[in-house]
């Protein structure tokens, strides 16, 4: 491991830790004061803060490190099986999630990923509309309450429902949690009752198999459907959908994506999914790519190209990326729509000027269709670049799902320069 690397401590022959980078100089200081340093392997340092001024001074039962997705699956059974009661708190390099267990069941979860947050859960489910999940948030600001009770309060949910839900919530933060590729885990024994806004019983095996399942059927999924913005169109066949695809299928109108059909459903994304898949698979069905519009586009793009290029730079590989990206690109068939546009340092195009561009031109319709597609296939080569050297580029592929043309659909040509 390099010098370089952002998250580096060097200890020298006294003894006296030095943070490198900047990413270890802001968790050092996050742990300012006191520490017992606990006996562990050479190549490993664990620190305990010292118990007069730990804000938790639990013990840590199990910890370890997180390096492909589906590796916490047999920490999640292993701690079904052992009936502890305890927090697993799993950190990756963009979150942080925190699964409680007692007696070898899930009995909560939670998350600081906002799309995983109970109002974005109740949203995606079309429990709340937007404007109602606005009112719930507005009524925490006033008042000491949770989002849930404030859509009690104004009357948007039963109260048996929103605890459904709340389990609902419990289930898609443990599936999370299960394709999290890296960062570290450890396990905390028990908690406090009172961090738990409500408290269920999930079957640990059950939600593991499930996990799975969902890991490798998602994998098919995403060859036809590449994101939950794609727009399945119904096709009409001689023999209907089998009836379990039928209310799917029913609430398929062209336009719909399968993340409106979700909310129009009361239904996951996995579930909505999986449906759609096999209505494609049966021939009941296309998919059409997003319209996104250009400036979404190039947003998603710039998201994508701007994550491998600062995670490059920091392996001094990012030059290299770049003078093959801008190689590349002088064969764009899109003509001058990126004049001026950049690309900056970071990779990241001028939206505005990309939509000024586009304006004066007279088939900027045929070409804004187009765009996604080779922004696309541009990123895509930029994440080939850097597969050799880089874990996130599998997160940048991810990234780029929104602007991915459809499995079974044919890259077309963008209009002539």
Known sequence: MSDARDDIVRIDADGVAKPIGETARVRMQGREGAFHVLPSPPHLVFLRQEAASALDSRAVLLSGEVHAPGVLCDVASFLGQTAKK??????????????????????????????????????????????????????????????????????????????????????EIFHAMLVVGEGAFYFLDSFDERELAARHRLSVPSLVRDGIRRIHETRFFRTRIPSPLHVPVPVARPAPPEPSLQRVFGAMDGKRSVEDLCRALGANEFDVTRAVFQLVQGGHAT???????????????????????????????????????????????????????????????????????????????????????????????????????????????????????????????????
């Not at 999630?97 to 995983?116: H, K």
């Not at 109740?122 to 949770?146: I, S, W, Y």
């Open 86 to 171: 305890g927090e697993l708190v799993v950190i990756d390099p963009e979150a942080s999630r925190s699964v409680y267990f007692d007696a070898g069941y899930v009995v909560a979860a939670r998350s600081s990923v906002t799309s995983e947050r109970l109002g974005e859960a109740m949203l995606k489910l079309g429990v709340l509309d937007e404007k109602q999940l606005t009112a719930c948030r507005e009524a925490t600001a006033r008042n000491p309450l949770r989002l849930g009770e404030a859509a009690v309060q104004l009357g948007f949910v039963a109260r048996d429902r929103l605890y459904e839900l709340m389990a609902v919530q419990v289930q």
């Open 287 to 417: 998919i059409r790519a997003p319209r996104l519009g250009a400036k979404a586009a190039v947003d998603v793009y710039n998201d994508a190209v701007s994550l491998l290029l600062r995670e490059l730079d920091a392996i001094d590989q990012g030059d290299a990326v770049r003078e093959e990206l801008a190689e590349r690109a002088k064969d764009v068939p899109l003509g001058k729509l990126f004049e001026g546009a950049g690309p900056a340092d970071d990779g990241r195009l001028d939206a505005a000027r990309v939509l000024a561009n586009l304006a004066s031109r007279s088939d900027a319709q045929a070409v804004e269709e187009v765009l996604g597609n080779w922004l696309h296939e541009h990123a895509s080569y930029a994440v080939f670049l850097a597969r050799p050297h880089l874990k996130r580029a599998q997160e940048a592929a991810k990234l780029l799902e929104p602007i991915a043309p459809p499995g079974d659909a044919t890259p077309r040509q963008g209009p002539a320069a």
